[in-house]
């Protein structure tokens, strides 16, 4: 790959995650904390009665390179909040397939903001590849609330993360953003039981589970293994990070007798190659 296709990927990474604010100071409303202790409560109780609609409480956030880097964070006006390391990983994996022609799409299962999916779209375009697509499936709407079926999923709390519910229309103007927004991307919306098994997809060699949960990841796992080509790259984005995701690649890979060796790409992500 030319230097000038390699300083585009690396400013693009730099970009979709927002890493240059460093002596920048986020407002982050409480509503949006995780941590609501009684103080936190009782602000958001002084705020509903005394404030009104036009103001809201907010925390001071600072800037944290390394969480950054390491996708530890949540970035207010980032495309991606997976961090560097795992934005590298996409992109030597799709580099690695398409230097050595392994059949395929890529595709993303749980999208965000769409930055992961943005940024596959850019390196075909850097290599000028026309002949496959990249799929963005999500609901477009956060992520379920847990089933009785999957006790892994109990007590999950994803389904009440307003942060997490992004439009397919932001999505696709996040890829307008970046003149990357063509018809080589597809989008998938509606829940991952719902769209993966008639998804119109031949062959993957980039896929990448970014799902979050027990049943979104089992989902991923059993629709869109099997076309994932040999030589292809499977990324788990949330196996350090969420138990049940963990678990099911793990009954999924014993199930299915798979025995490719995990590689870890940072305290959340991992990846194999399918031989």
């Known amino acids: 790959m030319s230097d000038n296709k ?3 990927l690396e400013l693009l990474k730099q970009t979709l995650t927002d890493f240059h604010r460093i002596d920048y100071i986020e407002y982050k409303p409480l509503i949006h904390d995780s941590k609501r202790n009684w103080r936190v409560r009782l602000l958001m109780q ?9 103001y809201t409480v907010c925390k001071t956030v600072g800037y944290n390179k390394e969480d950054r880097i390491n996708g530890r964070d949540w970035p207010t006006y980032a495309e991606s909040m997976i961090g560097l ?7 030597d994996c799709a580099i690695d397939v398409l230097e050595k022609n392994v059949p395929g799409d ?27 697509t990249v799929w963005v499936a999500d609901s477009f709407e956060g992520l379920p609330k847990p089933e009785k079926q999957y006790a892994a999923d109990k007590g999950d709390k994803h389904h009440n ?7 397919q229309e932001q999505v696709e103007n996040n890829f307008k953003k970046y003149d990357l927004l063509d018809n080589r991307v597809k989008f998938l919306k509606g829940w991952f039981k719902d769209t993966l098994p008639s998804a119109p997809i031949e062959k993957l060699a980039l896929l990448r589970l970014d799902g979050d949960m027990y049943q979104s990841t089992m989902d991923a796992l059993i629709n869109l293994y099997h076309k994932l080509s040999i030589g292809g790259y499977i990324i788990i984005d949330d196996w350090g ?22 590689n870890v790409i940072d305290w959340a992500g991992v990846y194999w190659q399918k031989s």
């Open 46 to 54: 002084i705020e509903k009665i005394l404030l009104g609609d036009d």
């Open 241 to 262: 990070a969420v138990p049940g995701c963990k678990q099911a690649v793990e009954e999924f890979r014993s199930a299915n007798n798979i025995t490719d060796p995990i």
């Open 6 to 8: 390699l300083a585009y």
């Open 106 to 132: 890529f595709i993303e299962t749980g999208v965000w903001r769409g930055g992961a999916t943005v940024f596959m779209k850019a390196i075909l375009n850097a290599y000028g590849i026309v002949d496959r």
């Open 85 to 91: 390391k795992r934005l590298q990983n996409i992109q």
């Open 161 to 167: 993360k307003v942060a997490l519910a992004i439009s």
